[in-house]
């Protein structure tokens, strides 16, 4: 079972892998694709416009993103703990910021920048 955060955005404005990929480097995070819509990706790989779902690599595990009409939903395992979660996080934020979205919470919907701020995560 997986734990799943969506993060919300205005019709038109959802970030592609490019932008994603960019903001997790303003966290020092490499984070390879795993998998593109079903198939495996060496590395390197970057998925076609219009791509459904992606499995990023991280050091704590992977995290996997699904597109939607207006929305990114981030996944990982209900078992992930530590390293992963902050991994989650961080693809979250990543998500938000790369396409002037908000990350839904239990609290509510926070931008990327104070999701940022409560997930400890200092962008450069």
Do not use: Y
């Amino acid at each position: 079972m997986g734990m799943d955060r969506n993060v919300r955005f205005t019709p038109g404005s959802v970030p592609g892998w490019d932008a994603i990929r960019a903001r997790l480097g303003q966290l020092g995070i490499s984070a390879p694709l795993r998998m593109i819509d079903g198939m495996p990706a060496f590395p390197d790989e970057l998925p076609d416009p219009g791509w459904k779902e992606l499995r990023v690599g991280l050091r704590g595990g992977m995290v996997t993103i699904r597109a939607g009409a207006a929305s990114l939903t981030c996944v990982v395992w209900g078992n992930a703990t530590g390293e992963h979660l902050a991994g989650w996080d961080a693809v979250c934020w990543a998500c938000a910021a790369a396409g002037g979205g908000a990350v839904e919470t239990p609290a509510g919907s926070v931008p990327a920048d104070e999701f940022a701020r409560q997930a400890g995560l200092r962008p450069a």
